[in-house]
């Protein structure tokens, strides 16, 4: 009994040790190669503000039918990326339960946050569920979300930051309320093609410089207000990870984009042919 104790209270310890205080979610724009893209700035200034936070990147096609992306088109895109925020940010949650959550989407990116953390769907794109995708429990995690030049801004919205008095080429239907709408900013201009009806495509890829001090700013104000709380140890709670839920039949091939590894992984590792497992992060590999 004393040897089986033992066992349980070194495998708490490693939990506590692999689970940081907060950890970034970032997705990149259309057509940038897998990673970050134009939200690294702005995660990398919330790894700087929290020694030991981490990060990954939300692993989605980012593609709008050009062939340099696989010719997936844009809705199909979106629909894809919408599904892979939930799947890495449930998963991350149930194996670090208290870690505190911040989102960071840019163009496209902030676009598949903003379904998959507001909800409502996305007739724009064919994606006709309005249930929130996050589990309850990832949502209740979730300090902050940073979305730049979403294509779902629709002025009047009261989380919006920006010159723009119009909407994007995807917006929020009139009248539309996000439950999270004090945890989120979204920046937009009004010379922005994408998330306004501009014509300068240049201001589209100007956010991260031009707002990413009030990003930074912002995201602080939200986390510190949670660990001000006490409400975010370290540690996950309880003396061992839930499992996440699986992409497959254990034992099988995991299909694209389902998860195929990361820490406490316990379902399938060998991907679907001709896709192969990439790690995110240390938490969450995926087939791609």
Not at 114 to 139: F, M, R
Not at 172 to 178: D, I, L, S, T, V
Request: charged residues 5%.
């Amino acid at each position: 009994m004393i040897r089986v104790a033992s066992l349980v209270l070194l495998g708490a310890s490693l939990v506590a040790a692999q689970c940081p205080n907060v950890h970034i979610f970032g997705a990149r724009e259309t057509t940038v190669p897998p990673g970050y893209g134009t939200s690294l700035a702005v995660v990398n200034s919330i790894i700087s503000a929290y020694p030991g936070a981490t990060s990954e990147a939300i692993n989605y096609p980012a593609c709008g039918g050009q062939a340099s992306c696989g010719s997936v088109s844009y809705a199909q895109s979106v629909i894809q990326g919408v599904a892979a925020v939930a799947s890495q940010v449930n998963a991350f949650n149930a194996k670090c339960p208290s870690t505190i959550l911040v989102l960071v989407g840019y163009s496209q990116g902030g676009q598949i946050f903003d379904d998959a953390y507001c909800g409502g769907g996305d007739t724009n794109e064919g994606l006709g569920s309005t249930a929130i995708p996050i589990s309850t429990a990832a949502q209740a995690k979730i300090a902050a979300a940073i979305f730049m030049g979403d294509p779902r801004y629709i002025h009047g919205l009261p989380y919006q930051v920006g010159t723009c008095a119009a909407q994007g080429f995807a917006p929020r239907p009139a009248g539309f309320n996000c439950p999270y709408a004090s945890k989120i900013q979204s920046y937009c201009d009004s010379s922005d093609p994408y998330c306004c009806n501009g014509s300068n495509a240049a201001t589209h890829q100007g956010y991260a410089t031009e707002y990413g001090s009030v990003a930074l700013a912002f995201v602080k104000s939200k986390v510190n207000a949670v660990l001000g709380s006490g409400t975010a140890p370290t540690s996950p709670s309880g003396g061992s990870p839930t499992t996440p839920p699986s992409s497959s039949p254990t034992g099988g091939t995991v299909p694209e984009w389902g998860q195929c590894g990361g820490v406490f992984w316990t379902g399938p590792t060998v991907c679907q042919s001709p896709f192969t497992c990439k790690a995110a992060s240390a938490y969450y590999s995926q087939c791609l």
